[in-house]
């Protein structure tokens, strides 16, 4: 059972700094990727990699309060659908709002589970006490997302994934990794993958 005072601490960090660093990183990634309102970003986050320790040994509640909030209001405002990724002990399973999982196609595989900071992860346990109407995911596929931390969420990406290096690259002394998606390539050495405007000319006349 997760020690609440433990998950519940004060912590040295500077919370609006960490803030101001998930809102530079979630500002890049979006305007990069040329994710748009109606898709879906998929985050992972690791509070003890922002604290500066090993991922999954020092919970905060506190920090993710702070990075959740940041990420989540500037995602928001863009009208596009916030999918935290849960740690390994839920199979990395998604927390969504339940508008997104109807969106999506997805609310006939809508999971039951309640993530807490030692069984799913202090961000995605912000996620389900913060939206109107949270439901679990076991799997999703998402449009772009950031990894903080080292979490991997290539699971619940859309293929193909792309990386995305960014500037703005860490929260707290975790590392940020992006990653933006693109539809398959498909045909072989005769096949073109950008519109021909003069054969669109032609044919449109």
Same mark, same amino acid.
């Given at each position: ?11 040295? =960090? ?8 998930? +809102? %530079?990183? /979630?500002? @890049?990634?979006?305007? $990069?990727?040329? !994710? ?45 659908? =916030? ?8 199979? +990395? %399973?998604? /927390?969504? @709002?339940?508008?997104? $999982?109807?969106? !999506? ?101």
């Amino acid at each position: 059972m997760t020690n609440k005072e433990d998950v519940y601490r004060t912590t040295t =960090l500077d919370l609006d700094k960490i803030a101001s660093q998930a +809102r %530079a990183c /979630i500002n @890049e990634i979006v305007e $990069a990727s040329g !994710i748009s309102k109606g898709q879906v970003f998929v985050v992972g986050c690791s509070t003890s990699e922002i604290c500066g320790d090993m991922i999954g040994s020092n919970s905060s509640l506190e920090v993710a309060k702070a990075v959740f909030g940041a990420i989540y209001d500037e995602l928001n405002q863009k009208g596009i659908y =916030l999918a935290s990724q849960c740690c390994e002990h839920l199979n +990395r %399973a998604i /927390i969504v @709002e339940k508008e997104c $999982a109807v969106s !999506i196609g997805m609310k006939d595989h809508i999971a039951c589970v309640v993530p807490q900071p030692k069984a799913g992860g202090s961000f995605a346990t912000c996620a389900y006490y913060t939206f109107k109407e949270p439901v679990a995911l076991e799997e999703i596929q998402a449009d772009a997302g950031i990894d903080i931390g080292g979490t991997l969420i290539g699971m619940n990406l859309k293929r193909v994934a792309v990386p995305v290096k960014l500037t703005n690259n860490k929260i707290g002394s975790a590392n940020v990794l992006a990653a933006r998606t693109r539809p398959k390539y498909i045909g072989g050495e005769r096949a073109i993958y950008e519109s021909d405007e003069d054969m669109k000319k032609r044919i449109l006349g």
